[in-house]
């Protein structure tokens, strides 16, 4: 495994810089009245040991740096004509690569350094592609979709043949997804084209520092690789802001703090105001901009809008023209805007690696504090936004282990190799295993998922178009024809994202794009929010959407899938455990309080062990509420199969909604026999047949089909549209659950669907965790705790209705579960019902 940095006698700062640093970079850091700090000398120290190494260090510290002076160094000398690529720096993010080319070219500049740095992206023009392989950068930054591409070309043994050193940037956000699979068989081809390069591993937050150091290390177990972490000298500081008035009870876009909202911001320089989704940011900035009466200067940043657009906003915050951005995580990761005064987090962060992460952008430097402001947008999110403060005080990093790697990542891996040239299985084998994802890869599954990309699986052999490989007689695999290589080059990567339509005034300016299923539902005329203004949406053409700007009647959102992040394991524990704990509840503002107080008079209060289960009757139905804290997605599952179980049992279940906190089902009939119903077994023959009938398992194994390789999504001279790729994977989906159901692709369905928008894992351990420990309260009426998501279920049922009718709805709601009447006025604050999205 990996070792920390050996303890030795440390030499003064100034004494290892003069030994470790040629005099140019002295003189530089010299210049700026700089010294270099401990850990980039260590980090230099350790490379020229020849061992690979994992920096984990607070936002601001250097860590860029870090990672590049190694290779600085080493490129400070003329190297000879011809030579291949010294370092690829590897980036999450195209804006990233581009942010690190803009800052490093400034020092290699100063220092009159021999260097060439280029980027390579998806937006990298052909002819400068074509120039890169002719004619190498000594430094190239790039993505793992761009460096798989770049593997996959049989030239890259001589692209790759002087390779150094490798940079994997904001490493964290790689391991443990698909793209970081993808990037890890992508490091080990290249520890076979180039044993000699190593690599360091980049990150400030990091929940499994081992797991992660495995990762980085060439032997995939974290050997040869040193472990530098950083205190941070300077934590962060946070703070809670409450809306002026009443705490709303439900609705999370927190639209109520606006006015407090701009009144940050105007105190301060450059703020950032990070939200959880794209159509939260469309949201708040409209409010902001409604009230902005002095006209600050106020921008929107999301992955939906045009590239152009989101390079004018960075470029703005840059330059100091900006007074605040509203932003998802499209600016989470490590761009250094420099600065920046504040952050603000409106909503529950869901997570404390992330809060963290975003806390950072504040202040980017390593030895001042970063402010943050958390602004929940209800009660339930207040107790999570208290729980995270205390979750980074106590710095309790949270996040899911990497998990094994993809197969369906593996087989376009394989694809990739027999692009590049010949292969023998025994070596690929033996390649693949040195990547940490796939170190316990056995043998049979690798001949499966390689006889799967050879000609489709047992089912699928007929087809002569799933042949794209064959053997030669020493057993070599080799491409069948060049097309499949064009096809794969086309098709490469993990990000499987629904069908997305381009947005244009008129027939001129992109404005972004929206995902395909939102336009289908407007008609010529219809009104919606993006890129932070109105637009009227007036026909749908080939490829993109015609709009223009203005327009009447009540404008729609749209909301994209996968927005919304669970609450994370560790921080849903914590909220347990304040709940249960009286004497935390200080932490919490006065309204927080005086709820939890009702509740526990009124019914009981979560334990951090237990499940509470409430069950009451209103308005001629009754209403099942278990407070889970497990995440949306653990929730809506569990929901899928309660409702299942409750048809079963007679109870007459008629819906259910899922929040990150609790779970609430409606039925015709009193729910009974809790131990029942939550017994472990629904994770059985229940799961089976729920998953075998629902569309999500369909929706999962299209995603698996696309990325294998099995669908091509784009076509020379064509893209495919959803319902092509849909129904083509549906019908292969049947014939592979009739006539092959281990396929290798089904067994990658069913783990994707064990880890990702069911989140089984999670909900089993809890089922488990709660077995003979199900508190079951029946009452009369509803509990305060279960106020905010009846009010959910209200919205639902009610679509349609006028925000009066809504709000007497609420108040009734809210006087039966707190046995007071409230003034009219006091409740249209403390009651938020926010745009419908679509």
Not at 370 to 376: E, G, Q, T
Not at 539 to 549: C, G, H, I, P, Q
Not at 569 to 576: C, P
Not at 813 to 827: D, F, R
Request: charged share 25%; with cysteine; aromatic share 6%.
């Amino acid at each position: 495994m990996s070792a920390r940095a050996p303890a030795r006698p440390k030499p003064s700062r100034q004494t290892a810089q003069d030994k470790l640093l040629p005099a140019a970079f002295r003189a530089w850091f010299a210049g700026r009245g700089w010294q270099a700090r401990p850990h980039q000398l260590e980090v230099l120290e350790a490379f020229r040991r020849g061992r690979h190494v994992l920096l984990i260090a607070p936002t601001g510290g250097g860590k860029t740096l870090s990672g590049f002076l190694p290779s600085l160094v080493d490129l400070a000398l003329p190297r000879p004509e011809g030579s291949g690529v010294h370092t690829i720096y590897v980036s999450p993010l195209k804006a990233l690569a581009t942010d690190i080319a803009r800052n490093l070219s400034g020092p290699v500049a100063e220092m009159a350094l021999p260097i060439r740095i280029e980027t390579r992206t998806g937006d990298t023009p052909q002819n400068r592609r074509a120039r890169q392989r002719e004619n190498p950068p000594d430094i190239l930054l790039t993505t793992p979709e761009s460096l798989a591409l770049l593997l996959s070309q049989d030239d890259a043994t001589h692209l790759f043949r002087d390779l150094r050193s490798v940079i994997i940037d904001e490493v964290h956000a790689l391991a443990g997804i698909k793209r970081g699979d993808l990037l890890a068989l992508g490091l080990a081809r290249l520890a076979r084209l180039a044993p000699q390069a190593q690599r360091i591993g980049l990150s400030a937050t990091v929940a499994w520092p081992q797991a992660i150091a495995a990762y980085v290390a060439a032997d995939g177990q974290g050997g040869g690789l040193d472990l530098i972490e950083v205190a941070d000298p300077a934590p962060p500081d946070l703070s809670i802001m409450l809306p002026a008035g009443h705490l709303p009870w439900g609705g999370h876009m927190g639209l109520a703090a606006a006015p407090d909202i701009l009144a940050r911001i105007r105190e301060a320089g450059l703020t950032i105001v990070f939200v959880n989704t794209r159509a939260q940011a469309e949201l708040l900035f409209q409010e902001i901009w409604r009230i902005n009466e002095e006209t600050l200067p106020v921008a929107i940043h999301h992955g939906s809008l045009d590239v152009a657009q989101r390079r004018k906003v960075e470029a703005a915050m840059a330059e100091g023209r900006l007074r605040a951005v509203i932003a998802t995580s499209s600016l989470d990761l490590g761009i250094d805007w420099g600065g920046v005064d504040q952050v603000i987090q409106v909503g529950a962060p869901k997570g404390v690696s992330r809060l963290l992460q975003r806390v950072g952008r504040a202040n980017h430097r390593m030895d001042e504090t970063s402010r943050a402001v958390l602004v929940p947008a209800n009660r339930f999110e207040a107790l999570e936004c208290e729980a995270a403060r205390q979750g980074v005080a106590a710095r309790e990093l949270d996040g899911d282990a990497p998990h094994p790697g993809g197969l369906d990542v593996l087989a376009q891996h394989l694809l990739g190799l027999a692009c590049a040239g010949p292969f023998h299985p025994d070596d690929a084998f033996a390649e693949i295993r040195h990547a940490a994802p796939y170190a316990a890869l056995d043998r049979k599954t690798f001949d499966d998922v390689l006889g799967f990309v050879e000609n489709g699986g047992y089912a699928l052999r007929v087809y002569e178009r799933y042949a794209k490989l064959f053997r030669d007689s020493e057993g070599r695999v080799h491409l069948r024809n060049a097309r499949i290589a064009r096809q794969y080059r086309m098709n490469i990567g993990t990000i499987v994202e629904a069908p997305m339509i381009r947005l244009r005034l008129g027939r001129g300016a992109s404005l972004g794009e929206v995902e395909e299923w939102f336009i289908t539902q407007l008609a010529a005329g219809d009104t919606f929010m993006f890129a932070g203004r109105l637009l009227r949406f007036l026909r749908l053409r080939e490829t993109w959407a015609e709009v223009a700007d203005g327009g009447a009647g009540t404008p729609k959102v749209p909301t994209y899938q996968g927005g919304r992040l669970p609450l994370s394991t560790g921080l849903a524990a914590r909220v347990r455990a304040l709940l249960h704990d009286p004497t935390r509840w200080p932490a919490f503002p006065e309204p927080v309080q005086e709820w939890l107080r009702l509740q526990g008079e009124q019914s009981a209060l979560p334990g951090p062990d237990d499940l509470l289960v409430e069950t009451f009757p209103r308005h001629g139905l009754w209403y099942l509420v278990a407070y889970c804290f497990e995440g949306r997605n653990a929730h809506q599952t569990l929901g899928m199969l309660l409702t299942r179980r409750m048809e079963r049992f007679g109870q007459g279940p008629l819906g259910f909604v899922a929040t990150d906190y609790v779970l609430a089902i409606w039925s015709a009939s009193e729910p009974r026999d809790l131990d029942a119903l939550f017994d472990e077994e629904m994770m059985g023959d229940d799961l089976e047949a729920w998953m075998a009938e629902s569309s999500m398992l369909r929706r999962t194994f299209r995603n698996v089909a696309v990325i294998s390789g099995l669908v091509d999504r784009q076509m020379p001279g064509a893209e495919r549209n959803r319902r092509q790729v849909t129904v083509n994977t549906d019908l292969i989906y049947d014939v592979l659950r009739r006539h092959d159901p281990n396929h290798i692709l089904l067994r990658a369905t069913w783990a994707d669907a064990a880890g990702g928008m069911t989140d089984l894992g999670r909900l089993a351990g809890m089922l488990g965790r709660v077995r003979g420990h199900i508190t079951h309260r029946s009452l009369p009426h509803v509990s305060p705790l279960a106020v905010p998501v009846i009010l959910d279920i209200g919205r639902e049922q009610v679509a349609g209705a006028g925000e009066e009718d809504l709000l007497a709805e609420a108040e009734a709601l809210v006087s039966e579960a707190t046995g007071e009447e409230h003034p009219e006025n006091v409740l249209a604050r403390s009651l938020t019902f926010e745009p419908r999205l679509t």
